[in-house]
């Protein structure tokens, strides 16, 4: 059994992708600007994932997973866990995607175990839970990242529903209603009555947009970018209301965000790489051309004051950590000068996806490149691997949290 081995993963052309962040991981043209969204590395059923052995034979990431030893996981994730329990992925956001939330891990084995009672194919549009597990994320920015993140504190929201005149009318409901019975109020407000409070917003910032008066630290920026994408004869997208009503962030190179059950956000434009439980149950809140279940949304958000706690690792020698809450993963980066050597002990199924440079994977008895166009590799659990740095290189590796795996 290798211990070591490339890996190769699965391309999402999603329409909000960008052009040439993920071509370039891949090394691979991209002259029509197709949209290259995310590169996924994982079990997930719609991660097709390949491992490519050095006899240059390829098996099917999760199909090794279902048929190898328990060891090439590590114990404690096979027993927990009984397969990956990570989906690791690269995201180029070009266009902004759509609010949302996910369930916690409790509340998604019950919704799950209904709608397959009921009967909703897995595969059905009007499906809301695609499988039964939480989905806790955590994302890296590659360079400026703008999202939303949870919503404001009370003083900065009431001074935002008190500054911006078509939302004046906002501040009552949020002074009587709290959090919860404003979001509830805008999910459930009227489409008659959302155009009639945004189209008055729209007219007067899109036109400040388009002199170029807004600048991406604004609300109103983001505001008019998504009144131009999904506004159409007059009807406006609620999600919109929800730019002045989130945290607005903006995350430079290497800085990280972590959002957890219930949390609602959205990625507004950058690049980022991010890991989270593997899962795809997302409820989403708006600035989408998907379906948009108010009920099964208003049951999961969570309606309180979040304020935002930016992630810049914690240092072990030239390793980064992004500590985090959730069992089900940890991820760490590295960067090497060139020349530079670290020795890596794996303690679980651990991959690695480099995104700058050129760097050697070895152990004992196996060596494998990661460069432009291979960038990805999978090392078993209990392995000792001497990572080299053909050129100064930055690369992540996607783990579960050593001391949740009873280390």
């Known amino acids: 059994m290798e211990l070591i081995a490339q890996l190769t993963g699965v391309i999402k052309h999603y329409d909000w992708g960008g052009y040439s962040f993920i071509p370039g991981l891949l090394n691979v043209p991209n002259e029509k600007k197709i949209p290259f969204a995310e590169y996924w590395l994982g079990v997930h059923p719609l991660a097709e994932c390949e491992l490519v052995m050095s006899d240059g034979s390829v098996r099917l990431l999760k199909d090794y997973f279902s048929t190898s030893s328990p060891t090439a996981m590590g114990a404690y994730v096979s027993r927990r866990f009984g397969t990956m329990p990570y989906l690791l992925k690269a995201l180029d956001v070009r266009e902004m995607l759509s609010i949302q939330v996910h369930p916690s891990k409790t509340d998604v084995a019950k919704d799950f175990a209904e709608e397959t009672e009921q009967g909703v194919p897995i595969d059905s549009p009007s499906r809301n839970y695609k499988d039964d597990n939480h989905k806790p994320e955590l994302m890296v920015a590659m360079g400026d990242f703008w999202l939303l993140h949870g919503f404001k504190p009370e003083d900065e929201l009431r001074k935002t529903l008190q500054q911006i005149p078509e939302l004046n009318f906002l501040l009552q409901v949020f002074n009587q209603s709290g959090y919860k019975g404003l979001y509830k109020t805008i999910m459930e407000m009227p489409q008659e009555k959302v155009n009639a409070s945004l189209q008055p917003l729209s007219k007067r910032i899109i036109l400040l947009f388009q002199e170029g008066k807004l600048d991406q630290a604004q609300a109103h920026y983001w505001a008019a970018k ?34 957890d059950s219930g949390v609602p956000h959205a990625y507004l434009q950058g690049q980022n790489v991010e890991i989270m439980a593997s899962s795809d149950n997302v409820l989403r809140g708006g600035l989408t051309n998907k379906p948009v279940n108010v009920p099964e949304l208003l049951k999961h958000v969570l309606c309180e004051a979040t304020r935002p706690e930016i992630l810049r690792g914690k240092n072990n020698g030239n390793e980064l950590v992004y500590e985090t809450p959730a069992p089900d993963f940890e991820l760490s980066s590295f960067k090497l000068n060139k020349g530079a050597r670290e020795k890596i002990t794996t303690t679980t199924a651990e991959v690695f996806l480099l995104v700058e440079g050129e760097i050697n994977i070895a152990d004992k008895s196996n060596s494998i490149i990661l460069k432009k166009g291979c960038p990805s590799a999978l090392a078993l659990a209990g392995n000792e691997l001497q990572v080299t740095a053909n050129e100064s290189a930055w690369f992540f590796k996607a783990s579960v949290p050593n001391h949740k795996a009873g280390k």
């Open 226 to 259: 998504a009144f131009l994408r999904f506004s159409d004869a007059g009807t406006f997208d609620r999600g919109i209301f929800s730019m002045y009503l989130f945290n607005l962030l903006k995350l430079q190179k290497g800085e990280a965000v972590f959002q």
